[in-house]
């Protein structure tokens, strides 16, 4: 068999596990039926509900047995074998993780089953009905009312199942099979520094449409003219072809109608010269109408242009200093999966007080009430998919998982002006297969959004053997739009005071931006400041890692590490990490560290 049959193979089955609809743009202002809440769970480490003896999928079966977790059961007789009961299970609150809700389960990482039960009734017997998940983590089988609906791979992005024809106005009944096992192949692969939280971590949600709805679309300002407002709609149902869509702007005077091509799909630009254009100054949103004889769906959007010229980068034609900070999505008070407004405010708030005007969300898509918040908030963000350390590079089936993780961000984050980079890895180590790797998905994501920039969080390394000069020798430098990575003088990498020693050779004539520094320290541990792990040393390497980093000509941004304290089964020191990775700049009970006003006044100073 030749290589490209297999490849063929490869995807084709790959594809088939990642069937579900083409996402809808903007679930989150659709009208839809809230499914979170309480769920009855069932562990099931050795997939017993899954497999038969023989180990073969119960889902192959022509008639699958009573045994099957997702045919939910019940006995008829006295006599029947049935050795589950999801009614007499315990339940776990859905959003969420397992592992914070369930000591028992905090190690957990295996196979669990959700079973949720509800009545429905359609508003109009035309309408449809999806079934929406904002991200469950990592492996998701989903059942609706007995029948497989599909798989999802991905423990960060949206996707959804059409239920119309299976839905009942009575006894439907969701069955969902989630598995956070870590496999070498996955992105991420085995081996990270974050909790692998696992189950049902994001909202769930019945949206019903119109039989003909406003699926998907795309409008932002043109990136070379930005008095032009241009754009995208898709429609999705038997009306799609020749149907009239009208896109509203009434703050700016806009009403324009256009007609769908055959494919169901209408391109338009238009001038208008009063934008205000939004900005971490101005974060300006418009109400955005977009309407047809069936449908009507309003989003919030704001409009603005982003670009590199030589070394700077470019908001809507001007300067920028990226005064950022790295985030990790871990609930900042009670631990665990953020997965709501409130932690999406609380966290980014803190970033505002610090002097932020950009977050890089690390290291995977964060919630969309992050990128919302930012919108309001007037904060640039930084999105990254979780390809990072060491992913089997050679692997196409690994390669497409990345892809459809990418895929999947954009389309749910691409009508958000605060999204300005498109992270493609972090801390990767050099290869041809790992380049090549890499330079597919920057080409992937250039042709699906035109309209961000890409860049990855690379390593540095001696300039011509020196090791008292550092540069960028990776070949994906070339490819990236701004050059940044990460470095971490004074705690991986020697003391604290070879900061006073390290220059830099930067050959890229490309913006750089420091997506990591940073030091582990204990909330209330003082000491000397070249005592680890005190309060006192992160805030010294600090002081001396910006100046030393200052001295890049090109240096246009900072992103230290990291925010908040945040869980990490790596980190295990007694009575200082105790599972807690200790770079925040504010512990995990919110308390600010000294190092925080270091940065603070030196963003000040950045004004």
């Not at 490869?10 to 039926?33: G, P, Y």
């Not at 005007?357 to 979780?386: C, F, Q």
């Not at 992160?538 to 900072?558: A, C, H, N, P, S």
Request: aromatic share 14%.
């Amino acid at each position: 068999m030749t290589k490209t049959l297999l490849l063929v193979i490869s995807i084709l089955c790959f594809c088939s596990v990642f069937a579900q609809e083409k996402l809808m743009t903007n679930a989150f202002n659709r009208e839809a039926t809230s499914l979170n809440g309480y769920w009855n769970y069932i562990v099931d480490p050795y997939e017993n509900g899954f497999y038969n003896y023989r180990y073969e999928p119960f889902e192959n079966q022509k008639n699958p047995v009573n045994g099957a977790f997702f045919t939910n059961s019940k006995r008829k007789d006295k006599s029947d074998l049935i050795e589950y009961d999801f009614d007499k299970m315990d339940s776990l609150k859905v959003p969420g993780d397992w592992n914070s809700q369930k000591e028992k389960l905090f190690y957990y990482e295996g196979t669990l089953w959700y079973k949720k039960s509800f009545d429905y009734n359609k508003s109009n017997d035309t309408n449809r009905v999806f079934l929406y998940f904002g991200g469950s983590n990592y492996k998701t089988d989903v059942y609706f009312n007995g029948k497989k609906l599909g798989q999802h791979i991905g423990g960060f992005t949206p996707f959804q199942f059409e239920i119309t024809e299976l839905l009942k106005p009575k006894q439907n009944f969701v069955i969902i099979k989630v598995d956070n096992k870590r496999i070498k192949e996955g992105v991420p692969t085995l081996n990270t520094d974050w909790w692998n939280y696992g189950g049902l971590t994001r909202d769930i949600k019945l949206i019903e449409t119109a039989e003909t709805f406003i699926n998907d679309y795309s409008i932002h300002l043109n990136q070379k003219n930005n008095q032009q407002i241009e754009g995208e709609i898709s429609l999705n149902g038997s009306n799609k072809i020749n149907s009239q869509v009208t896109v509203e702007i009434p703050e700016l005077g806009i009403k324009k109608k256009f007609k769908t091509d055959d494919s169901g799909t209408c391109k338009f630009n238009f001038i208008t010269n009063r934008i205000e254009y939004w900005s971490p100054n101005s974060p300006k949103l418009y109400d955005v109408i977009l309407s047809t004889n069936e449908d009507r769906i309003t989003d919030n959007i704001g409009f603005r242009t982003i670009e590199t010229k030589g070394p700077d980068i470019l908001l809507n034609g001007e300067n920028i200093f990226l005064k950022g900070i790295s985030i990790h999505e871990e609930n900042p008070i009670n631990g665990g999966r953020s997965n709501s407004y409130e932690d999406a405010e609380q966290l980014l708030k803190w970033a505002k007080s610090l002097g932020c005007n950009y977050v890089r969300l690390a290291h995977y898509p964060h919630n969309e009430y992050m990128v919302r918040m930012a919108d309001k908030m007037g904060i640039l963000v930084w999105e990254e998919i979780p390809v990072y350390w060491t992913i089997s590079w050679e692997n196409e089936n690994t390669y497409l998982n990345a892809q459809n993780q990418i895929s999947e961000v954009i389309d749910r984050d691409k009508n958000r002006a605060s999204v300005i980079i498109w992270s493609m890895a972090n801390e990767t180590p050099t290869s041809n297969l790992r380049t090549n790797f890499l330079t597919k998905l920057a080409k992937f994501t250039r042709n699906k959004d035109k309209t961000r920039l890409i860049s990855a969080a690379l390593e540095q390394q001696n300039y011509n053997d020196d090791p008292n000069t550092r540069t960028i020798a990776d070949p994906f430098a070339d490819v990236v739009d701004i050059l940044s990575f990460n470095q971490y003088i004074g705690w991986y990498d020697g003391g604290i005071e070879k900061c006073k020693t390290i220059n830099w050779k930067i050959t890229h004539n490309k913006p750089v931006m420091i997506s990591e520094f940073g030091a582990g320290a204990k909330y209330g541990l003082n000491g000397d400041k070249d005592d680890r792990w005190t309060e006192e040393y992160q805030e010294f390497l600090y002081q001396e890692t910006l100046k030393m980093i200052d001295k890049i000509e090109q240096l246009r941004g900072v992103s230290p590490w990291i925010l908040v304290d945040f869980k990490s089964p790596r980190r295990v020191l007694p009575e200082i990490q105790d599972n807690f990775n200790r770079k925040g700049l504010i512990s995990e009970k919110g308390e600010k560290k000294k190092a925080f006003f270091v940065l603070k006044n030196y963003y000040e100073s950045k004004n």
